[in-house]
């Protein structure tokens, strides 16, 4: 099996590189047989949060998706630092993130063009799942009116993570060729639902995008294009939408990792 795979983000409109809190990993094993990304989105409230999202997708990925050890090196992180009485507190109450992760497995055979996926997501981070143009699956939400501003999020404090498996979605299905997969932060999912349920366009428009460049032009179009209650399509969020495609034809070529989660922690 072969997967291409391309990541395109930006910041808040505003903000610098260094302010993005979403984060976002690849892994490919060895033998081909097995694909795993994810993509976090760190709540911009609380401290930190850019840290924990990287640790989270970073885990998911490495296949070791255990909040206690992504806890602790946080913890071991914040602690080593220098901070006054304000920023101590704050950390104090912990970081929060959504989580979607996607992993693929190969064919049978190399005479199959299939395979089988596999889903969890946790809060607001979405998968969709393409085929001949047409949204096959939503994970974990399938309408934009269903976002709202508190979603269940993984924290790094034990306690806050008690319904952990009751807000825990996972789901599986089969990729055929010419499928390919989506994972985005909120701001990215709730504007793609939204803009394929009104004018069913926006499968076409993300197949489109094949630079950062064009990526940006369209968030800046869609931040600015405001609807009839004079609000944006697209809110001024952190912004991540990941491209997936696997192959199980060998003409094509392995997939590579865009770029490490923020800070590449492990």
């Known amino acids: 099996m072969h997967v291409t795979c391309r990541t395109f983000w930006l910041p808040k ?45 970073e885990s998911y990925v490495k296949a070791d998706f255990t909040l206690a050890t992504s806890q602790e090196i946080w913890h071991k992180h914040v602690s080593a630092l220098d901070l006054n009485w304000y920023a101590e507190e704050k950390a104090r109450l912990g970081a929060f993130a959504a989580i979607v992760g996607l992993t693929i497995k190969s064919a049978p055979s190399a005479a199959q ?13 979405c998968l969709f799942h393409i085929r001949n143009k047409q949204l096959m699956h939503a994970i974990p939400l399938d309408d934009w009116r269903k976002f709202d501003s ?11 993570n008690k319904n952990v498996a009751d807000n825990t979605v996972t789901s599986t299905g ?12 909120d701001a990215a999912a709730s504007w793609f639902l939204r803009r394929q349920a009104e004018r069913r366009d926006a499968i076409k428009l993300l197949s489109a995008i094949n630079s950062q460049e064009m990526f940006s032009a369209l968030v ?23 491209s997936v495609r696997p192959f199980a034809d060998s003409s094509h070529s392995k997939s590579k990792r865009d770029r490490p989660a923020s800070g590449n922690l492990y």
Request: glycine share 8%; with cysteine; proline share 3%.
């Open 174 to 185: 089969t990729w055929e060729a010419g499928d390919f997969f989506y994972l985005m932060s």
């Open 220 to 242: 800046s179009r869609q931040r600015a294009a405001l609807d009839g209650q004079g609000r944006p399509f697209l809110r001024n969020d952190d912004i991540t939408v990941m």
């Open 13 to 57: 409109g505003g903000n610098t590189a260094d302010e993005y809190e979403d984060a976002f990993a690849t892994h490919i094993d060895a033998t081909v047989d097995l694909f795993r990304c994810a993509v976090s989105d760190g709540a911009t409230e609380t401290s930190f949060a850019a840290l924990w999202a990287a640790l989270l997708a």
């Open 150 to 160: 508190s979603p269940f999020l993984l924290s790094t404090a034990p306690e806050r």
């Open 113 to 125: 063009q299939n395979g089988n996926w596999e889903c969890l997501a946790v809060g607001d981070c």
